[in-house]
């Protein structure tokens, strides 16, 4: 039996994983920011979008038909944030939030939960930037 060269098969599964990761022109893409806690946003949990629940393990981008998209958000706080929660939130869960996206094809949303006042209940979603998609 021949084997493949493991550099060829390499090139193919990055083809292939670059194809798929590439996405399509015609869709924008909401993906949670991770890079925005200099202006106080930090991660989300996408909890549903225009109504539907999203399966477990909740994904954190989404390529997007061009329109308005409604995304029920819970917000992400690691110990680094600093947040302050009450005494009968202990299991850390924070109050959810909607957010509706005008999304355009072409488009990246990196979207986020900012931080009002160090405080989880003071809290909004936002679009943290919007960028080429590069698709």
């Known amino acids: 039996m021949r084997h493949l060269p493991t550099a060829f ?3 193919i599964v990055a083809l292939a994983f670059g194809s798929a990761l590439a996405g399509d022109p015609s869709k924008g893409v909401v993906t949670v920011a991770y890079d925005g806690k200099t202006q106080q946003v930090f991660p989300v949990a996408i909890q549903e979008i225009d ?8 994904r954190e981008t ?3 038909a061009p329109g308005k998209h409604t995304f029920r958000l819970a917000p992400v706080f690691d110990d680094n944030a600093n947040i302050m929660r009450s005494n ?3 299991r850390g869960s924070d109050a959810v939030a909607v957010l509706e996206i005008d999304v355009q094809a072409g488009k990246r949303y990196l979207i986020g939960a900012k931080v009002e006042d160090r405080k989880a ?4 979603p936002v679009v943290l930037r919007v960028e080429d998609s590069g698709t």
């Open 51 to 58: 109504g539907k629940v999203q399966p477990l393990p909740l």
């Open 121 to 124: 209940a003071e809290w909004k």
């Open 9 to 11: 098969l390499a090139a």
């Open 88 to 90: 009968t939130d202990r």
């Open 62 to 64: 989404h390529f997007m």
